[in-house]
């Protein structure tokens, strides 16, 4: 510091030298113009410190603001983002989901879940048909219209198709809520809760286990099924439209192969009940003559 002042005080005394016309008179001395002048930086200095310290703040501010906004906006895109598995008519799928578990759909089935947010919340929404094979976890929870499944770690089967929804359980337990009452029912293995006309839920203990999953196997298994639901999956199955005339509530059973062709299912199933079947502009008609 005492360099720096010796030099500035030779450098001021050339240039004053270079000017001996002029008769300053200098009312302070030199010592104590230099100490204003040393003052005078000090006090700009800390003017500049001052200046730094009152911006530091508001950009931190905003650093975190924007920090702030992206932690949303990847969260918003883990919690929206969906991924969709769908089985056309006529063709299964299979879905492996993000902890493991497994799903099987039957045709004309759909599911939807989302799979950045999966370790918060496994949850999926069923449109259809599906078995699912789910790994132990925290609660496991499969959304339809007409009721909501719970389970931790088991096999089950769900079908919810239009005002239809019915629970089987393979293994483990599960939890079956009824959307409209709120019902709720309790299942074990080889045990089926189905949504009745009032919104409550029925249990049921199954006599073949093999029949609500026959789907799975390619196989057609029906005991006292009403004819529109068992034209309905062969639609489904083979990717056809059926219509039917006007005709009593026939309750139809037995078994088959998908292998069979179109023609042969359905003259298996027409022929019990005396109705004859037609191709018509690409769709089958069933007719009771």
Sequence with gaps: MQKNQSHIEKRLEEKLSMLPELNLDYSKSRDEVWAGLSSSIEHSAKDS????????????????????????????????????????????????????????????SQIQYQPYWWFLDREVKLQGEAFFEVKQGETFRVISPGGTTSVLGTSFNVYARNHEYQVTCYSGNVMVVASETGHSLSIVSDEQATLTKEGGLRLSVLKNREEVVSWKNNMFMFTSTPLRKVLDEIERQYDVEIETAEMPVFLYSGNFPRSESLDQVLELVCRPFGLTCRQEEGRYLILND
């Design 49 to 108: 410190t001052a200046k730094m310290i009152a911006i530091h703040p508001r950009r931190v501010w905003l650093a975190a603001a924007a920090v702030i906004i992206l932690l949303l906006g990847i969260a918003a895109f883990m919690h929206l983002y969906t991924a969709v598995v769908v089985a056309p008519a006529g063709r299964h799928a299979t879905a492996q989901l993000p902890d493991g578990s497994t799903v099987e759909l039957n045709a004309g």
